[in-house]
């Protein structure tokens, strides 16, 4: 079946810009988790979402970053006003329920000129 | 919170022998561990993981070992091969919570 799907897969804006980041979860899967990855680093926590449960923002750097997912499945990651410390993989993921085997997705590349 | 800490960062071993990877973990609650492995401008993907009621878990040339007193779980790769070198993440995780990653082991294998 169909795996997680993100988009656009890179994305270059100049600073200030605000920038939408969409992930497409695999069907059926109740938790959704973003991420950040700069090069040659770890995975960076940004948001957790589990079914109707309020999410989990623990992550989120800055309130510049927010994130919604809609219906229980797609979910959009903004980034208002970005800046070039922003430029980083941004990479989502699934999983069918919590602590259960997570899927990811192939990122968004995204660079702050 | 969950804090999980993972060592090496850097590993280089020669082709067939085997690599160990160790993460330990601060939260007793949590009861699921993956292992990632990620190669250089791929997602990250899972090729082990283990539940806390189990010790140990093991699919051809990878293994898993939990040791829950001490918190502490390990990777075993035996026979390397040059198609393994990799960076490679540890997680913990219980139900109802996000997952604290590890940071990652560049795993090398000469050939």
């Known amino acids: 079946g169909a795996g997680v799907s993100q988009s656009p897969s890179n994305k270059v804006t100049e600073k200030g810009k605000d920038v939408e980041l969409r992930c497409d979860p695999i069907?059926?899967?109740?938790?959704l988790y973003w991420y950040r990855q700069s090069l040659g680093q770890g995975l960076e926590f940004l948001i957790y979402?589990?079914?109707?449960?309020?999410?989990?923002k623990s992550g989120l750097p800055s309130d510049r970053f927010s994130a919604e997912r809609t219906g229980g499945s797609v979910s959009t990651l903004t980034i208002q006003r970005t800046q070039q410390e922003d430029s980083a993989v941004y990479l989502c993921?699934?999983?069918?329920?919590?602590?259960?085997?997570?899927?990811f997705g192939p990122g968004t590349r995204l660079t702050v000129l | 919170g969950e804090n999980v800490e993972q060592h090496p960062s850097t590993l280089s071993v020669q082709e067939g022998d085997s690599a160990v990877i160790k993460c330990t973990y601060s939260?007793?609650?949590?009861?699921?561990f993956p292992w990632y492995k990620q190669e250089l401008g791929k997602r990250p993907q899972l090729i082990i993981d283990?539940?806390?009621?189990?010790g140990e878990k093991k699919d051809q040339r990878i293994a898993v070992t939990l040791n829950k007193t001490a918190k502490h779980f390990s990777l075993h790769i035996t026979e390397t091969q040059p198609e393994d070198s990799a960076v490679y993440f540890c997680?913990?995780?219980?139900?109802?919570?996000?997952?604290?990653f590890g940071t990652g082991t560049s795993l090398t294998v000469i050939p």
């Open positions: 939260d007793s609650a949590s009861n699921y």
């Open positions: 993921a699934s999983s069918f329920s919590s602590a259960d085997t997570q899927y």
């Open positions: 997680a913990a995780s219980e139900a109802g919570n996000q997952f604290y």
């Open positions: 069907s059926g899967h109740t938790a």
């Open positions: 979402f589990q079914g109707n449960s309020a999410p989990d």
């Open positions: 283990i539940r806390s009621n189990v």
